[in-house]
Every structure is written in C-alpha cells, then in structure tokens.
C-alpha cells in the first residue's frame, strides 16, 4: 500500500499503534461494549413513551435487530481487527514523485525509508510492528491510496521541478575564500577594465556587434562576457596585475620578468587565459564546481534543460556564483603586495567578505520563499492522519457504532489522504506556469531568472502567491465539497435506518394482526 509522503510512513504505523492501545484499554473495562446496552435502553424506553399498544412490542423487537444489526456489522468492520488486514500485509511504501530532476526515484519502507526519520534516535528505535487494521479502514486506506496513484500517473505533461532548482540556487554559497578573492581580482583587473574601454570606444567592432546580437545586449554588464572573450581588444589582451595560482610562468607573455634573473614559477595569464582555463585551472570551471556540486545542481539544471549546451549552462551557473560572491572594483594597485595602508587593508577585507554576507543572504532569501510554508502543510497532512486513526476507536464507541458515522469517516480519510493529488496539481501548475513566465530561446531566460534571481520581484511575487494559493486554497475547497457529501451521506444513512425501523414495524403489526385473526378463527 502506497503513501504519499515519507513521513507518512511513520505516522501511519504510530497512528494505528496508538489507535490498537486505546482499542484494547477500552476492551479491557468493558467500555467496548457499552454502545450495546445504551442502543437496547434507547429502544425500550422509547417503546416505553409510545404506551401500551398491540403493535409495540413488534416495533420494539424488529427495531433492536435493526440497531443491534447495524451495530454488530459496523463493530466487525470498524472496530475489531484481523492478521489479514494488518500493517504487515499492506507493505507500507512510498515512491516520490517522478521528475525530470529525478526521474527514478527509489521506494522506500518504514525499516529502510533514507531518511533522518528512521535514525535511532528519531523513530527507528521504536519502530511500531506491523499494527492490525480494522476491514473498512483499511479498505478505505488501500482505495485512497490506489486513487490517488491512479490520479497521479493520470496526470500528462510531467514536472520539471524547476522550484528545486530555485531553492538549491538560492542556498548554493561561495564558501572558499580562495575562490571568493579569485573573482574579486578578476572584476577589478579584467572586467572594469575591460567594460570602461568598450565604453571609451563608442562604436563597437564587429566582432561584439555579432556576440551582442547572438547573446544580448547585456553581455558586456558580466565579468564572463563573450564579446571581451572573442574581441582580441579585451580579454585576449588584457592581463592580471598579478600571478596567478595554477599558471606557469610563459616567457613570451610574462615580458615584465627579467630573464637573466630568477625566473618566478608562476605567471601573469590573459583574461581569456584565466576565464577559460588555457593552461591553468579556469576561473568560470571553479565558479561552476562551487555551485553546481551542491545538492548536485549542474546535474538537475542538466535533466531540465536538455536543450541547452554545456557552454550555456555553465555561464548561468557562472552567473549564479557571481551573485553569491557580490565582488567590487578595487584599483589594482591596492590589492598586490602587503606594502598596502590600513585603510587599504580594511577596505579589502570588507571586499572579501562580502562574498560571505552574499552568501547569508541568499540563504535568507530561500528562507523567506514558500518551501518552508509547504513543508509544514506537507507536513501537517500525515500528522493529521495519525491523529484520525488514533482516535477512530473512540468516535465508534461514542457514536454507539453508527452506520452513518463509520461511511462520513471512511469519507473523511479519504478527504485528507487526497489532500497530496491537489498538492500534485498545484506543484504540476506551478511547474508549467514558470516555464510560461520566462519564455526564451532553449531555456536561457528561464534558468537565468531561477538560478540568478535577476529579474526582478513581480514575477516571482505573482508565482510565490499562486503556488501558495493552490497549496492551501485547493485542500480547503475540497474538504469544503467533501463536507456536502459528508451531510447527505449521513442524512442518508439515517434515512435508510429510519425507513427500516418503521418498515420493520409494519410488518411486525402485520405479523402480530394476522397471529390475532388466525387465533380467532381457531376459537
């Protein structure tokens, strides 16, 4: 039997654990069977009021089957339990669903669920048995569980998953200061210089009139520019005030070492050089290491956006990084060297550090999203159900084995368990939705505005409010709906009881005429 959550795993086994406890307490002091006595003192003394009657007794009789009838079925199907309808023979199971970031998804069991809820300390210390199920709630479960699969798989077109991504962009942080001063020195020593002579020249080459036309106009606002990269003016010309780690030094190049001296063992590589890593460790590959391997973000950007080429990718991954360190101009002369002044010092330290403070405050902006709200509802649904079939045995004494009282429950279960296909919908609506937001060419704008978060509030605004409308807006409307049906089915089945209450004393003062006629026509 399928679930929809991995803590639901848990809370399913714990809730019928608790619910068997409060079973055998209420068994073991007779409450049990109370119910029994309260419906044979109902009907006499209802017999009572109605005076003594040739047709009271026939009323009071077909009336207790009736009752005690309906009671005793509902006790067999809602209340005592069997080896056939246990936990262990459900094999309680969950698969997530399937998406392009993940598309096989391991199934997983309360004993080996991956998850921190099985740890020790958690609940797999005391993990619960295979608990035994009453028949109709365990009905209710496996059809619940099989519809909502059904519905699920029913459901064309597949999630991406892009808000995956978002979020692991948004906490994704440059965490090595080494790499963090890498792309501070290569922003002052390559970018602004570069961008202030493209400024100075007015008229741009060919060269970046066809790379700003095939990548767009804000090519050039980047530290990974393909027009510096590809015009021989800036990049491929432009060099470090500096060496660099993981660059040996080249003669031909490196031209301000004196070659009758001590030559350095490293050199002074070109822009294009360091960006793109010829002959050394590229800076755009460490920016795209940094990011893309948390929570494996370069292969989920990868499964999602198949269209895009590699080179792509890793600029927008590139981009993400560069959001992350937040780097500044500083004058080169300022940054080489230890013969700087104390303020110099202290301005770069604050510099570096905004790499850090960058990175906190991504953090704080994926906290200020709405995973944490879905989370909790997402959540709150398996708490929920542990509590209803905790308390069932409870509700079935006190409502003295209701017939109408056991269907609105099974509705019930059922109303929650679905609560997991409107929150498949919505996150199939969300999914699709984005895409639509940011339409481009194989993907770019979208992975752009996911993984870098520059364009702007509104649109994201207006995503934030629809995705949190579906996630609590949908489960409302239908538990709304459901408490209709919930109405009619419990006037309903009063109906029919009510209908062969009074059926049963009519034929019982049928019964009891034609026993008085017979009697006297044998007189």
């Keep these: 039997m399928g679930v929809?959550?991995?803590?639901?795993?848990?809370?399913?086994l714990y809730g019928w654990e608790f619910s068997s406890i409060i079973m055998s307490v209420l068994a073991s002091t007779g409450i049990l069977y109370l119910p029994f006595l309260v419906i044979l003192i109902e009907v006499w003394l209802e017999a009572h009021q109605r005076g003594q009657s040739e047709d009271t007794a026939p009323w009071m009789i077909r009336t207790m089957e009736v009752k005690l009838g309906c009671a005793i079925f509902v006790l067999a199907m809602c209340v005592s339990t069997t080896s056939v309808t246990s936990l262990t023979s459900a094999h309680l199971m969950y698969t997530p669903?399937?998406?392009?970031?993940?598309?096989?998804?391991?199934?997983?069991?309360?004993?080996?669920?991956?998850?921190?809820?099985?740890?020790?300390?958690?609940?797999?210390?005391?993990?619960?048995?295979?608990?035994?199920v009453p028949p109709w709630w365990f009905t209710v479960m496996a059809l619940s569980s099989g519809i909502n699969g059904?519905?699920?798989?029913?459901?064309?077109?597949?999630?991406?998953?892009?808000?995956?991504?978002q979020d692991i962009a948004q906490i994704a942080s440059?965490?090595?200061?080494?790499?963090?001063?890498?792309?501070?020195?290569?922003?002052?020593?390559?970018?602004?210089?570069?961008?202030?002579?493209y400024l100075k020249q007015g008229t741009p080459s060919s060269t970046v009139t066809a790379d700003l036309t095939q990548y767009g106009q804000a090519d050039v606002d980047w530290i990974g520019s393909h027009a510096f990269q590809d015009d021989p003016m800036y990049y491929q010309t432009l060099r470090t005030s500096d060496v660099v780690a993981g660059f040996p030094y080249d003669p031909g190049r490196d031209v301000e070492v004196d070659p009758n001296g001590a030559l350095p063992s490293l050199g002074m590589p070109t822009c294009v050089q360091w960006w793109q890593g010829q002959n050394g460790p590229g800076l755009r590959d460490a920016m795209v290491n940094a990011v893309g391997g948390q929570n494996g973000l370069y292969t989920a950007v990868q499964r999602v956006f198949m269209n895009m080429s590699v080179d792509d990718i890793k600029d927008k991954l590139a981009r993400t990084a560069l959001t992350k360190s937040l780097p500044s101009y500083i004058s080169p002369e300022n940054i080489i060297g230890d013969d700087r002044s104390?303020?110099?010092?202290?301005?770069?330290?604050?510099?570096?550090?905004?790499?850090?403070?960058?990175?906190?405050?991504?953090?704080?902006?994926a906290s200020a999203t709405m995973m944490p709200l879905i989370t909790l509802i997402t959540m709150a649904q398996p708490m929920v159900l542990m509590a209803m079939y905790m308390f069932l045995p409870l509700i079935m004494v006190f409502s003295r084995y209701s017939l109408s009282t056991m269907m609105v429950g099974g509705l019930?279960?059922?109303?929650?368990?679905?609560?997991?296909?409107?929150?498949?919908?919505?996150?199939?609506?969300?999914?699709?939705?984005i895409a639509a937001m940011y339409p481009g060419a194989n993907?770019?704008?979208?992975?752009?505005?996911?993984?870098?978060?520059?364009?702007?509030?509104?649109?994201?605004?207006?995503?934030?409010?629809?995705?949190?409308?579906?996630?609590?807006?949908?489960?409302?409307?239908?538990?709304?709906?459901?408490?209709?049906?919930g109405v009619n089915v419990r006037m309903g089945v009063e109906g029919i009881l009510k209908s062969a209450s009074e059926t049963a004393g009519r034929a019982g003062e049928a019964g009891a005429d034609a026993a008085i006629n017979a009697a006297k026509k044998a007189m």
């Excluded at 059904?150 to 991504?165: E, L």
């Design 4 to 12: 929809d959550s991995y803590l639901e795993l848990f809370t399913t």
């Design 97 to 132: 669903t399937a998406t392009a970031v993940d598309p096989s998804p391991t199934t997983v069991t309360g004993a080996n669920s991956n998850t921190t809820y099985a740890n020790p300390e958690a609940f797999g210390a005391s993990l619960p048995g295979g608990a035994e």
């Design 150 to 165: 059904a519905v699920k798989a029913g459901v064309n077109g597949g999630i991406q998953d892009f808000r995956q991504i």
């Design 174 to 197: 440059i965490q090595d200061p080494r790499l963090r001063s890498g792309i501070q020195r290569f922003y002052s020593e390559c970018f602004v210089p570069a961008r202030s002579l």
């Design 342 to 365: 104390t303020l110099d010092k202290v301005i770069h330290a604050a510099s570096d550090d905004l790499g850090v403070i960058g990175a906190g405050y991504e953090a704080f902006k």
């Design 412 to 433: 019930a279960i059922f109303t929650v368990k679905f609560w997991s296909v409107m929150w498949f919908i919505a996150r199939f609506m969300d999914d699709h939705l």
């Design 443 to 485: 993907g770019n704008v979208l992975l752009e505005a996911i993984t870098t978060g520059l364009d702007g509030s509104y649109k994201r605004m207006i995503l934030n409010i629809l995705l949190m409308m579906m996630y609590v807006g949908l489960p409302l409307l239908w538990s709304g709906m459901m408490a209709w049906v």
